[in-house]
C-alpha cells in the first residue's frame, strides 16, 4: 500500500444474494464517517454494471469494484481495489462486500489477507449476514426455495463466518428472533450472533463497535465440496445490463413498478428462484431502485425518479435459470414498454464458471 506506515480497518460483510450486505454498507460507511473516519467501500460482482457501486458511489464515498471475478478468484484485483480506495479516499476504514453467491471466504480471502498484508490492514471479523426467512428455512432443514446446492452455500457461509448478522430484524417479532437465535445455537454450536436492522438501523451501532476493535478474524475453516459449490453457482443465470430510455414524459416510477412486476411474473410463472433482482433507474435529477428477493411479495422500492424524458436503467439479475432463458425475459419484459427508445449501453448474460481461488489457506493464520 502507499502510505506503509498507515494501517487500514478491513470489515468485510458477506452472505447470500438479498441479505442486504449493500444497504449495512451504506449505512455503516455513514456511521464510520460520523465517527470521524475516513471511508472507502469495495464492491465485487461476475460482470460489470453494478448497481450497488453506481447507488453507492452517488454518496461522495469512494467506491472501487472489483468486477468480472469474485475476490477469490481474483485475489489481486481485491488488493488492487483496496490500494486504490486506500490512496484515494486515505481511507481508515474500507467496507467490502464479496458476492453473495460466494463462500470459503476464510480459506480464500482473510487468511491470504493476514498473512501478505499484516502490517498494512486490521482485519476485523467475517461478519455474514443473513436474510432471517430464508435463514429460519435453511435452519429447518428446507432450502429457502433455492436449488439444493445453492442452498448449500448458503449453509457454508454462515458455517465459515465469525459473526452472523441476522439482519431485517423488523420483519420478525420478538418471539421469531429469539426462536432463530436459539436455532442458530443449537444448528451451528459456538456462533456469535447479531441481530440488526440494516433499514432502521437497529443493532449497527453495536455491531460497528465490534468491528472497529476485533482483529480475530477468519477464526473457522470449513470443509468445502467444490463441485457442490460450482453447482450452486452455475444454476444462476446472471445478467448485468445499463440500458438507456428515453420518451415522452414518462412515468419512471410507473415504468419500474411495472417492469419488475413483470419480471417477477415470469419468474414466478416457471417457478424459478430468485436469487436477486435490482434495477436503479436514474435520471440526471433523482433515482428509483427496485429489489426483488424471491416471490412477487418481496419486491420493494425506494426513492422516486420523477417524470421525464430520459433515464438510464441498470439492471442486475441473478435468477436459477440458464443465461439465454434470463435474457429472453428481460427482453420480453422491455418489450412491453413500446412508447420508449432503449439503447443498450451494457449488457452481459452469463453463468457463473468453477470457483478457482487464487489461494486457499488449509490452517488458520494467527491475525
Ligand atoms: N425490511 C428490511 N429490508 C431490508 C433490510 N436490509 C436490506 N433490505 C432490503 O433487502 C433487499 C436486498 O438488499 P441489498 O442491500 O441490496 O442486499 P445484498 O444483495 O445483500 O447487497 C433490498 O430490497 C433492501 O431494501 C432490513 O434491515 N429490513
Ligand atoms: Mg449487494
Redesign the pocket.
Same mark, same amino acid.
Given at each position: 500500500m502507499q502510505n506503509r506506515t498507515k494501517t487500514t480497518r478491513l470489515i468485510l460483510v458477506g452472505?447470500f444474494?438479498?441479505?442486504? #450486505?449493500?444497504?449495512l454498507l451504506w449505512e455503516s460507511a455513514r456511521r464510520v464517517m460520523e465517527r470521524g473516519y475516513k471511508t472507502g467501500l469495495v464492491t465485487n460482482d461476475q460482470a460489470p454494471e453494478l448497481v450497488?457501486t453506481v447507488f453507492l458511489s452517488q454518496n461522495s464515498l469512494e467506491v472501487t469494484e472489483v468486477s468480472g471475478s469474485c475476490f477469490c478468484c481474483n485475489f489481486d484485483g481485491l488488493i488492487d481495489a483496496l490500494k486504490n480506495v486506500k490512496s484515494k479516499a486515505e481511507a481508515d476504514v474500507i467496507i467490502a462486500?464479496p458476492v453473495?453467491s460466494c463462500t470459503d471466504l476464510s480459506a480464500t480471502i482473510l487468511q491470504p489477507l493476514k498473512d501478505n498484508m499484516k502490517s498494512e490492514l486490521l482485519v476485523s471479523p467475517l461478519s455474514v449476514?443473513a436474510d432471517p426467512l430464508r435463514l429460519q428455512d435453511i435452519l429447518d432443514g428446507r432450502n429457502a426455495g433455492l436449488h439444493p446446492s445453492a442452498a448449500y452455500i448458503f449453509r457454508k457461509q454462515l458455517e465459515e463466518s465469525d459473526l452472523i448478522l441476522i439482519? #431485517?430484524s423488523?420483519?420478525l417479532s420478538q418471539n421469531e428472533l429469539s426462536r432463530l437465535k436459539k436455532q442458530i445455537g443449537i444448528n451451528l454450536p459456538g456462533s456469535e450472533v447479531h441481530m440488526i436492522?440494516?433499514?432502521?438501523g437497529e443493532g449497527i451501532d453495536v455491531w460497528l463497535d465490534e468491528m472497529m476493535q476485533r482483529t480475530d478474524a477468519g477464526k473457522r475453516l470449513i470443509e468445502i465440496d467444490y463441485d457442490v459449490y460450482a453447482e450452486g453457482e452455475a444454476v444462476l443465470g446472471w445478467l448485468n445490463s445499463t440500458i438507456a430510455l428515453t420518451g415522452d414524459s414518462v412515468d419512471w416510477d410507473k415504468f419500474t413498478k411495472k417492469f419488475l412486476k413483470q419480471l417477477s411474473e415470469k419468474f414466478d410463472r416457471i417457478e424459478a428462484a430468485v436469487g436477486?433482482v435490482?434495477l436503479l433507474v436514474k435520471t440526471k435529477k433523482d433515482y428509483i431502485i427496485a429489489?426483488l428477493?424471491g416471490k412477487a411479495e418481496t419486491m420493494?422500492f425506494?426513492g422516486s425518479a420523477g417524470v421525464s424524458d430520459e433515464a438510464k436503467l441498470t439492471l442486475n439479475a441473478r435468477v436459477e435459470m440458464s443465461p439465454y432463458l434470463l435474457e429472453q425475459i428481460v427482453h420480453e419484459a422491455l418489450d412491453v414498454h413500446r412508447g420508449l427508445t432503449k439503447k443498450v449501453i451494457a449488457w452481459k448474460c452469463l453463468s457463473p464458471g468453477r470457483p478457482r481461488p487464487t489461494f486457499r489457506y488449509d490452517k488458520v493464520i494467527r491475525g
Open positions: 452472505g444474494l438479498g441479505a442486504g #450486505k449493500t444497504t450497488d462486500e453473495g449476514m439482519n #431485517k423488523d420483519l436492522s440494516a433499514k432502521t436477486h435490482k429489489n428477493t420493494n425506494r
